[in-house]
């Protein structure tokens, strides 16, 4: 059997129909695949690879990380520089109320982490969440991925859980002293890179606090600067109570997080003790992996070139297939009449060297969402290919 034939006989799938691109290497914007053909990556690992693949500086980080020591004890337990690191970090470039990191594996992971500590503070049991929004696939974020086709199949999910219309202010009066959080994208991503109004955010946020609920934003892929800020939730003056963090965190390694006020995490150390625990959350490689990344995205001040990326792909994507553009930063949703020819295109890039997907929630969408380091003649190059295949429609 050749690679594609084991990969579909003994890794488990997702769906009956992969893409089983088969890669051998990548660099900076590119992908290569076992022929050596070069495809111009506008998925970026799915908003992974904010500083590009490889980066020098990164995978410095990742054999120095190697040659120290690789797992050695369960988390919390034992002091690992490369976690404490991060967090430092982290904390510095966040607002005086987001200063205490638990580390988990994966963004799904940093949800679940987030829901149990929103009950455990608050002591209420009802959550909040968005229709079309999504937070991962476990049973706990699964309950609170905001469409029924995903969900029905693995019923009974969690109880006490609330849909509501995203961007719609007539249901804040549901968050109410029995409402342990509220937990949103800052902009939904599955949905299609749908941002919300400035003002309903805030509206969201006050009445949380009025209520004494926790308001937890998701930026798993919306954060370190996707959208030409480090943290999307700053182009709404609004400052979460938990920040869900994942996909670029750990550079191009597994990582995960939840970051809230010391105050409100130190109620998981006791009533019961290891109240909330992993084996591999915050492993030293993925910590030193990002903690590299985000020193470079601040020292090259990538989410600085965002705009002017973004202003670059509206101003060259003009074709009459397509129907729609929603952006927010360098971060689209390039929209056509349905699903099928969505697919048509996607395949179509594929074989021209562009590397594209759907969304779960807009599957007449495709995404744009490369590294940002991606440079401006990459840009003209992947427009200049997406407009010639639109032409063969």
Not at 39 to 56: E, F, K, M, Q, R
Not at 63 to 82: C, F, T
Not at 347 to 353: I, N, P, T, V
């Amino acid at each position: 059997m050749n690679q594609r034939e084991l990969f579909l006989q003994h890794v488990g799938q997702t769906s009956t129909a992969p893409l089983a691109l088969e890669i051998a290497k990548a660099k900076d914007c590119s992908l290569f695949d076992i022929n050596g053909k070069a495809y111009i990556d506008l998925i970026g690992g799915i908003s992974v690879a904010n500083t590009g693949h490889g980066h020098p500086e990164v995978i410095a980080a990742i054999k120095k990380q190697l040659d120290d020591y690789l797992h050695v004890m369960v988390y919390g337990e034992v002091v690992q520089s490369p976690q404490v690191q991060y967090a430092k970090l982290l904390a510095d470039h966040l607002p005086a109320g987001l200063n205490s990191v638990y580390f988990t594996n994966s963004g799904a992971e940093a949800v679940e982490g987030a829901m149990k500590l929103a009950k455990r503070y608050t002591g209420r049991t009802r959550i909040i969440a968005a229709k079309n929004s999504y937070h991962g696939s476990t049973q706990g974020a699964l309950s609170i991925l905001g469409d029924e086709y995903w969900r029905n199949a693995y019923r009974p999910l969690l109880p006490d859980i609330l849909h509501i219309d995203y961007n719609n202010p007539n249901w804040l009066h549901q968050i109410d002293t029995a409402t342990a959080c509220v937990i949103l994208e800052t902009i939904q991503a599955e949905g299609g890179v749908i941002a919300p109004d400035k003002a309903w955010l805030q509206a969201v946020r006050k009445q949380c606090t009025e209520t004494g609920t926790l308001l937890i934003l998701d930026e798993i892929q919306a954060g370190f600067g996707r959208t030409g800020t480090l943290w999307g939730f700053e182009h709404f003056d609004i400052v979460p109570d938990i920040l869900l963090l994942g996909k670029a965190l750990g550079g191009g390694m597994p990582l995960g997080a939840f970051i809230s006020d010391r105050k409100i995490m130190m109620c998981l150390t006791e009533n019961p003790v290891l109240g909330h625990i992993t084996t591999f959350g915050g492993h030293p490689v993925s910590c030193a992996a990002g903690h590299a990344a985000l020193q470079v995205l601040l020292k090259e001040q990538l989410a600085e070139t965002v705009h002017a990326k973004e202003q670059l792909f509206l101003s060259l994507l003009n074709h009459p297939q397509i129907k729609q553009i929603r952006s927010f930063g360098l971060w689209m949703a390039v929209t056509f009449d349905s699903f099928e020819t969505n697919k048509k295109v996607i395949d179509r890039l594929l074989e021209q060297g562009v590397f594209t997907d759907w969304f779960l929630f807009a599957a007449s969408s495709f995404r744009i969402c490369p590294p940002l380091t991606i440079t401006e003649a990459e840009i003209k190059k992947a427009c200049e290919r997406i407009c010639a295949v639109l032409e063969t429609l």
